[in-house]
């Protein structure tokens, strides 16, 4: 069955950094463009950003460019999340999903495959 399992969160300094997997499993993962989501306790789910199917190209939300790097392992079927100069409000649960094309989109309505989220919390 398909399955989008998230690792690496906890609890961190701010100003530090975080490395964030996803690993895929039962669909062909070099189908989908793949995003990285996060909700905050008492907020919607915000897009972070995405990579296309073949890694070569990643977009991001402005609260993050500059400072998070989505790559992907095609080998391996693996996404990553880096977060680099984290501050208190990236503090979320950060969710991987795949998209319903090879490219994805910053609206979550376009993933069809959801992991079950990993908890990220910035102290100050």
């Known amino acids: 069955q398909v399955q989008l399992v998230e690792s690496g969160g906890g609890l961190v300094q701010a100003g530090g950094s975080l490395r964030l997997s996803c690993a895929a499993s039962?669909?062909?993962?070099?189908?989908?463009?793949m995003g990285w989501f996060r909700q905050a306790p008492g907020k919607e789910r915000e897009f972070v950003g995405r990579?296309?199917?073949?890694?070569?190209?990643?977009y991001y939300a402005d609260s993050v460019k500059g400072r998070f790097m989505i790559s992907r392992d095609n080998n391996n079927d693996t996404v990553y999340l880096r977060m680099n100069s984290l501050k208190p409000e990236d503090t979320a649960v950060y969710y991987c999903a795949a998209a319903n094309n090879f490219y994805g989109t910053s609206r979550d309505h376009d993933y069809i495959y959801w992991g079950q989220g990993t908890q990220v919390t910035v102290s100050s």
């Open positions: 990579v296309i199917w073949s890694g070569s190209g990643s």
């Open positions: 039962g669909f062909t993962f070099t189908s989908h463009g």
